[in-house]
């Protein structure tokens, strides 16, 4: 029985990551509204202090990718990750596919935003899919040898 725990423990993880990025990108198509930026905090943040800090530059950035189109670009690699991670076969490949996007999203987020919650949150999404990832260190060792 113990030798099922892991096994079963991963598919679990991994399929609830899956399900979370699967809405997270569904979600990016969705129309939704720009976040609010105050003009006056605008021009006394950006114009006057030279500053882009929270929660100013975030809202910014988000508009503007949100405009561009590139968040249903990313949008679109969240769901094609969360497909391979439901298929057994390619949830390695489709949790290296997720690892960098969760990266940048924790990222921005620690660096651009000022929300904690947001910090924690993205930081427990990159913590499992690191997790989960260390499931298949064997497959990483021929990576580092001669």
């Known amino acids: 029985m113990k030798q099922y ?3 079963y423990s991963h598919a679990l993880l991994t399929i609830a990551l899956a399900l979370f990025f699967l809405n997270a990108g569904y979600k990016k198509f969705v129309p939704k509204d720009l976040k609010p930026v105050d003009e ?4 006394q943040q950006v114009i006057q ?3 882009y800090a929270a929660p100013v530059g975030y809202n910014l950035t988000m508009n503007t990718m949100r405009q561009s189109g590139f968040l249903k670009l990313i ?3 969240q769901i094609v ?3 391979l991670l439901f298929i057994p076969r390619f949830r390695f490949a489709g949790l290296l596919l997720l690892l960098p996007i969760i990266f940048n999203i924790f990222f921005m987020h620690v660096f651009m935003d000022n929300r904690l919650h947001e910090n924690v949150e993205t930081g427990i999404l990159l ?3 690191v997790l ?3 499931y298949y260190w064997k497959k990483f060792i021929p990576l580092f040898s001669k």
């Open 132 to 134: 989960l990832v260390t």
């Open 49 to 51: 202090k030279g500053s």
């Open 127 to 129: 913590g499992v899919n």
């Open 5 to 7: 725990i892991l096994p």
């Open 75 to 77: 949008g679109v690699f």
């Open 81 to 83: 990750a969360s497909l």
């Open 40 to 43: 006056t905090e605008l021009v």
